[in-house]
């Protein structure tokens, strides 16, 4: 399946996108930048057999848009949650590695 960005004033495609995460983060990038944010905006996901169907426009579309954009964030976070305990750990176990050698004599 495809995502597509339209822009509804102009019939504009704004942007053809593999997922909907990078089309909404399109969207979000889109209404940042216009002066009339997600009003003028339009997703769409076209199924393999080409036939679009609409997902979200205006305010449904800035909705699902900050929703995404939160998800993103979280998942963010716990990566560098994850990086930061698995740094910890490996630092730790280094640490009573020395400890060791040092109480050994080496």
Same mark, same amino acid.
């Given at each position: 399946?495809?995502?597509? %960005?339209?822009?509804?004033?102009?019939?504009?495609?704004?942007?053809?996108?593999?997922?909907?995460?990078?089309? %909404?983060?399109?969207?979000?990038?889109?209404?940042?930048?216009?002066?009339?944010?997600?009003?003028?905006?339009?997703?769409?996901?076209?199924?393999?057999?080409?036939?679009?169907? %609409?997902?979200?426009?205006?305010?449904?579309?800035?909705?699902?848009?900050?929703?995404?954009?939160?998800?993103?964030?979280?998942?963010?976070?716990?990566?560098?949650?994850?990086?930061?305990? *698995?740094?910890? *750990?490996?630092?730790?176990? @280094?640490?009573?590695?020395?400890? @060791?050698?040092?109480?050994?004599?080496?």
């Amino acid at each position: 399946m495809r995502y597509s %960005l339209w822009h509804t004033q102009s019939g504009n495609l704004v942007g053809d996108f593999e997922t909907e995460d990078a089309a %909404l983060s399109a969207a979000a990038e889109a209404a940042r930048y216009s002066g009339s944010g997600y009003e003028d905006l339009m997703l769409e996901r076209d199924s393999d057999a080409g036939t679009p169907e %609409l997902l979200a426009a205006g305010t449904a579309l800035s909705l699902r848009a900050a929703g995404a954009q939160r998800m993103i964030q979280a998942s963010r976070h716990r990566t560098i949650a994850r990086d930061v305990q *698995t740094q910890a *750990t490996r630092m730790a176990a @280094k640490s009573s590695t020395v400890r @060791k050698r040092r109480a050994i004599g080496r």
